[in-house]
C-alpha cells in the first residue's frame, strides 16, 4: 500500500529525494510521514505532512536541509534531503495514518519495506 523509491549511495554535500506512492491507501484522506532507521538507533521521525499539505513537521536533525512534500492527485509523498551527512545513512521508510502528525512510530499503521540511503565522507 505504501511503496518507497530513490534511495541510493551519494557523497557528502550532495541531495537526494524520496518518493512515497500510497495508491493503496484512500492516500488523500492519511497524514503521511518519513522516519528512519540507523544502524543501531531507534526507528526516528524525520518529517511529517497533514493531508492538505499545509502543514509539515521535522525533526530537529534535519531541519532546513529536508523537505516533506505530497500530490495528492498522483497519490504520491516525497522528501527532499539537501546537504546530506554520513549522519543521515539509513533506511528510510513511508507511513501514514489519520488524524495528526506523530512523531511516534507506534502511532503509524501503515508502512513500506523501506528504501536505503547511504551517505559517504
Known amino acids: 500500500q505504501v511503496v518507497e523509491s530513490g534511495g541510493g549511495l551519494v557523497q557528502a554535500g550532495d541531495s537526494l529525494r524520496l518518493s512515497c506512492a500510497s495508491s493503496?491507501?484512500?492516500?488523500?484522506?492519511?497524514?503521511m510521514g518519513w522516519f528512519r532507521h540507523r544502524p543501531g538507533d531507534e526507528r526516528e521521525f524525520v518529517a511529517g505532512?497533514?493531508?492538505?499539505?499545509?502543514?509539515?513537521e521535522y525533526a530537529d536533525s534535519v531541519k532546513g536541509r529536508f523537505t516533506i512534500s505530497r500530490d495528492n492527485v498522483q497519490r504520491m509523498v516525497y522528501l527532499q534531503m539537501d546537504n546530506l551527512t554520513p549522519g543521515d545513512t539509513a533506511l528510510y521508510y513511508c507511513?501514514?495514518?489519520?488524524?495528526?502528525?506523530?512523531?511516534?512510530?507506534?502511532?503509524?499503521?501503515?508502512w513500506g519495506q523501506g528504501t536505503q540511503v547511504t551517505v559517504s565522507s
Open positions: 507511513a501514514a495514518r489519520k488524524g495528526t502528525i506523530s512523531a511516534g512510530p507506534e502511532d503509524w499503521p501503515y
Open positions: 493503496g491507501l484512500a492516500s488523500n484522506a492519511f497524514v
Open positions: 505532512i497533514t493531508v492538505s499539505g499545509l502543514t509539515t
